[in-house]
């Protein structure tokens, strides 16, 4: 099952719609890599609320597409990871350390948008 | 004597057929002598001092029925109808105080008194006795256990229920600001407990959306390691969400919990009590909470 990759303004949104084997992850990892500095990205959304499981390979997977990005010079939130699936996670120490996460694609966008404005604007911003 | 025992030996044989027999003549010897042994019943109730917390016409009332009902359980040999009429019963006096010892008290007194009644009926017929109280032990025994565990079970499940409800009461998720919760928890977190809150908490986050959550722990004593890996658990569970999670109040043992299993204090975000862990969390939102001066001018 291959993975929708959608070009949303300067951003690359990747929805997962059903369960991946390792073989989908690893391919979603090479497109994602390849296709951001293609299309000049700033930032990767991957969207895996349809997940109901997401294991140490996939973990793995996820972290490594979010530090191969960056070092493309772009940025990577996941966003809609369930409660469930994020407590079981924890249970078996898959913390997705250094990678950002978000509730869901509403929130990625924004905190997208705030990295993209930079540190020196995001001071001057209160709400 | 060894006449005797041989006399039981033959009878042995067509017992089986006769048992039935047995119970229907002495459950018809039962109901004839119902009044007068209700009545002696509820008398020896009254004189040990059972059941105190049911005036005397209650305790008539329900002899009248329990005795109704043992003797149909006598005769008909299934429980059902008993365990039934047990958990009712069990429902309206548990409320009221009734132990446990007294129910099994009166059931057994219910049974010996039957058996008293049997012995001054029979006792110039030992053989005969001897048949009768053959029948008649089992099935009181049977109907004491019936009673005694359908009260124990209904008490269970009172408490069970209203666990539950403490449990519902012991976790609150409030609002106080957009993207901002507040879990207040009270008194000891038990394994069962750690696992709602946890679930409570992530499904806050989302369906509140919010951002941050302050955890305020001030009412909590002290928590065991296990409880302690589980709330840190929690805490990295929240950020895959995309929340941050603030614990505040945290007691000085429950700091040294914290600090002998090693927790990572990069990952957990605490502040020292409920009014900082809010500065900080309006602090994290952009909020700027700004005293104006009218309010501060205004009398009380």
């Given at each position: 099952m291959q993975v929708p990759i959608l070009k949303q303004g300067a951003y690359l949104i990747a929805t997962v719609q059903s369960a991946l084997t390792d073989e989908d992850l690893k391919q979603l990892r090479d497109t994602l890599v390849e296709r951001v500095s293609v299309v000049r990205a700033r930032g990767v959304i991957v969207d895996?609320?349809?997940?109901?499981?997401?294991?140490?390979?996939?973990?793995?997977?996820?972290?490594?597409?979010?530090?191969?990005?960056?070092?493309?010079?772009?940025?990577?939130?996941?966003?809609?990871?369930?409660?469930?699936?994020a407590f079981s996670m924890v249970k078996l120490g898959l913390t997705l350390e250094g990678v950002a996460t978000s509730l869901d694609l509403e929130e990625g966008l924004a905190y997208l948008d705030r990295k993209g404005k930079g540190p020196g604007h995001e001071v001057r911003t209160h709400r | 004597m060894s006449k005797t025992t041989r006399d039981l030996a033959t009878a042995a044989e067509p017992r089986v057929e006769s048992t039935a027999s047995l119970l229907r003549e002495?459950?018809?010897?039962?109901?004839?002598?119902?009044?007068?042994?209700?009545?002696?019943?509820?008398?020896?109730?009254?004189?040990?001092?059972?059941?105190?917390?049911?005036?005397?016409e209650e305790i008539f009332a329900e002899a009248t029925s329990v005795y109704d009902n043992y003797v149909e359980a006598l005769e008909t040999g299934t429980y059902e109808a008993l365990q039934a009429y047990a958990r009712n019963l069990s429902e309206r006096i548990i409320p009221r105080g009734v132990e446990t010892h007294e129910v099994v008290g009166i059931v057994l007194l219910l049974r010996d008194v039957l058996a008293r009644s049997l012995f001054a009926k029979y006792?110039?017929?030992?053989?005969?006795?001897?048949?009768?109280?053959?029948?008649?032990?089992?099935?009181?025994?049977?109907?004491?256990?019936?009673?005694?565990?359908?009260?124990?079970q209904e008490r269970e499940r009172i408490i069970r229920e209203q666990q539950e409800a403490i449990r519902e009461l012991s976790t609150p998720v409030l609002q106080v600001r957009e993207r901002l919760l507040i879990l207040p928890i009270i008194g000891v977190i038990d394994p069962q407990r750690a696992r709602q809150l946890t679930e409570q908490l992530l499904r806050g986050i989302r369906t509140n959306r919010a951002k941050v959550v302050v955890l305020d722990i001030t009412g909590v004593p002290y928590i065991d390691s296990p409880v302690a890996n589980h709330l840190v658990q929690t805490v990295e569970a929240a950020r895959l969400l995309g929340a941050t999670v603030i614990v505040t109040g945290l007691s000085p043992e429950i700091a040294q919990t914290l600090v002998n299993i090693g927790v990572d204090l990069g990952k957990m975000n605490t502040v020292g009590d409920l009014q900082g862990g809010i500065e900080e969390a309006e602090r994290l939102l952009g909020y700027k909470v700004v005293l104006t001066r009218e309010s501060a001018t205004e009398p009380a």
């Amino acid at each position: 099952m291959q993975v929708p990759i959608l070009k949303q303004g300067a951003y690359l949104i990747a929805t997962v719609q059903s369960a991946l084997t390792d073989e989908d992850l690893k391919q979603l990892r090479d497109t994602l890599v390849e296709r951001v500095s293609v299309v000049r990205a700033r930032g990767v959304i991957v969207d895996v609320t349809a997940l109901d499981v997401i294991d140490s390979f996939a973990t793995r997977t996820l972290r490594d597409v979010a530090h191969m990005i960056r070092l493309r010079g772009a940025e990577t939130v996941i966003v809609g990871i369930q409660p469930e699936v994020a407590f079981s996670m924890v249970k078996l120490g898959l913390t997705l350390e250094g990678v950002a996460t978000s509730l869901d694609l509403e929130e990625g966008l924004a905190y997208l948008d705030r990295k993209g404005k930079g540190p020196g604007h995001e001071v001057r911003t209160h709400r | 004597m060894s006449k005797t025992t041989r006399d039981l030996a033959t009878a042995a044989e067509p017992r089986v057929e006769s048992t039935a027999s047995l119970l229907r003549e002495l459950v018809a010897h039962l109901r004839q002598q119902r009044a007068q042994l209700r009545e002696e019943w509820a008398r020896l109730i009254t004189e040990a001092k059972l059941l105190t917390a049911m005036t005397k016409e209650e305790i008539f009332a329900e002899a009248t029925s329990v005795y109704d009902n043992y003797v149909e359980a006598l005769e008909t040999g299934t429980y059902e109808a008993l365990q039934a009429y047990a958990r009712n019963l069990s429902e309206r006096i548990i409320p009221r105080g009734v132990e446990t010892h007294e129910v099994v008290g009166i059931v057994l007194l219910l049974r010996d008194v039957l058996a008293r009644s049997l012995f001054a009926k029979y006792h110039e017929d030992f053989n005969k006795l001897n048949r009768i109280l053959d029948a008649y032990e089992p099935a009181a025994n049977r109907i004491a256990i019936t009673v005694a565990v359908g009260f124990v079970q209904e008490r269970e499940r009172i408490i069970r229920e209203q666990q539950e409800a403490i449990r519902e009461l012991s976790t609150p998720v409030l609002q106080v600001r957009e993207r901002l919760l507040i879990l207040p928890i009270i008194g000891v977190i038990d394994p069962q407990r750690a696992r709602q809150l946890t679930e409570q908490l992530l499904r806050g986050i989302r369906t509140n959306r919010a951002k941050v959550v302050v955890l305020d722990i001030t009412g909590v004593p002290y928590i065991d390691s296990p409880v302690a890996n589980h709330l840190v658990q929690t805490v990295e569970a929240a950020r895959l969400l995309g929340a941050t999670v603030i614990v505040t109040g945290l007691s000085p043992e429950i700091a040294q919990t914290l600090v002998n299993i090693g927790v990572d204090l990069g990952k957990m975000n605490t502040v020292g009590d409920l009014q900082g862990g809010i500065e900080e969390a309006e602090r994290l939102l952009g909020y700027k909470v700004v005293l104006t001066r009218e309010s501060a001018t205004e009398p009380a």
